[in-house]
C-alpha cells in the first residue's frame, strides 16, 4: 500500500524558514516523479514543485522560484521542501503528491504551515 | 500558463441524478508523447485530494464505475451517472502536459 507522511509544518513569522519532510513507503521512491501542491485555507489546489528522483531534474511555479527548494533522498524514501522568504501568501497545507501517468495519484494528509506574526 | 476554467462553480444534485462539471484549458493538452494529460480529483471534507480520472477518461483503481470522464481538444467533462451522498465535495480538474501543472478552480458539488 503506497503511503506518503508529511510533516514539519507549523507556525513561523514572515520572513522566516521551514523544512517540510515526506516519508513515502509502498512503492519503489527512486523512480517516479514527486510533486508538493498546496491548498490555502478554504482555497484551491496549487502544485507548487516536481522532482525527477533519478537525475534531480525539477521544476517550480514561479511564485516560489528562488524561495523554495525541492530536494529527495532516495536512501531514506523521503521528499522535502525547504521553505525560505516565508509570507502570508504562503500560509496553506503542503501536500507530498507521488507522481503517475501525466498526474498525480497518491497524496498524504497533509502538514500545514502558517505564516503569521 | 494554462489555465483551467471550470463550471459550474457550485452544483447542487438530487441523489440519484446524474451530474456533469466542464473544464476548459486555455490551450491545447496534447503532450510531446501525443497524450493528453488532463485529471480529475475529487476532495471529500476534510481529506486530502483524490484521483479519481487520468488521460481524459482511465478511471484510476477502486473508482466507481458511475464516474467517466470524456472529451478533446480543450474541452472535457466529468460525468457521475448516478450521484450517491458520498460523492459531496470540491472536483477539480487538472493539467499535466504544460509546466506548471495547473487546476481548475473546483467545482462544489452538493445535495439538494
Known amino acids: 500500500e503506497v503511503q506518503l507522511v508529511e510533516s514539519g509544518g507549523g507556525l513561523v513569522q514572515p520572513g522566516g524558514s521551514l523544512r517540510l519532510s515526506c516519508l513515502a513507503s509502498g512503492f519503489t521512491f527512486g523512480n517516479d516523479w514527486m510533486s508538493w501542491v498546496r491548498q490555502a485555507p478554504g482555497k484551491g489546489l496549487e502544485w507548487v514543485a516536481n522532482?525527477?528522483?533519478?537525475?534531480?531534474?525539477?521544476y517550480y511555479v514561479d511564485s516560489v522560484k528562488g524561495r523554495f527548494t525541492i530536494s529527495g533522498d532516495n536512501a531514506k524514501n523521503s521528499l522535502y521542501l525547504q521553505l525560505n522568504s516565508l509570507g502570508a501568501e504562503d500560509t496553506a497545507t503542503y501536500y507530498c503528491?507521488?507522481?503517475?501517468?501525466?498526474?498525480?495519484?497518491?497524496w498524504g494528509q497533509g502538514t500545514l504551515v502558517t505564516v503569521s506574526s | 500558463d494554462v489555465v483551467m476554467t471550470q463550471s459550474p462553480l457550485s452544483l447542487p444534485v438530487t441523489l440519484g441524478q446524474p451530474a456533469s462539471i466542464s473544464c476548459r484549458s486555455s490551450?491545447?493538452?496534447?503532450?510531446?508523447?501525443?497524450?493528453?494529460?488532463l485529471n480529475w480529483y475529487q476532495q471529500r471534507p476534510g481529506q486530502s485530494p483524490r484521483r479519481l480520472i487520468y488521460k481524459i477518461s482511465n478511471r484510476d483503481s477502486g473508482v466507481p464505475d458511475r464516474f467517466s470522464g470524456s472529451g478533446s481538444g480543450t474541452d472535457f467533462t466529468l460525468k457521475i451517472s448516478r450521484v450517491e451522498a458520498e460523492d459531496i465535495g470540491i472536483y477539480y480538474c487538472?493539467?499535466?502536459?504544460?509546466?506548471?501543472?495547473?487546476f481548475g478552480q473546483g467545482t462544489k458539488l452538493e445535495i439538494k
Open positions: 522532482i525527477k528522483q533519478r537525475g534531480g531534474e525539477t
Open positions: 487538472m493539467q499535466g502536459t504544460h509546466w506548471p501543472y495547473t
Open positions: 503528491v507521488r507522481n503517475s501517468n501525466g498526474g498525480l495519484d497518491y
Open positions: 490551450q491545447g493538452l496534447v503532450n510531446n508523447d501525443g497524450n493528453i494529460y
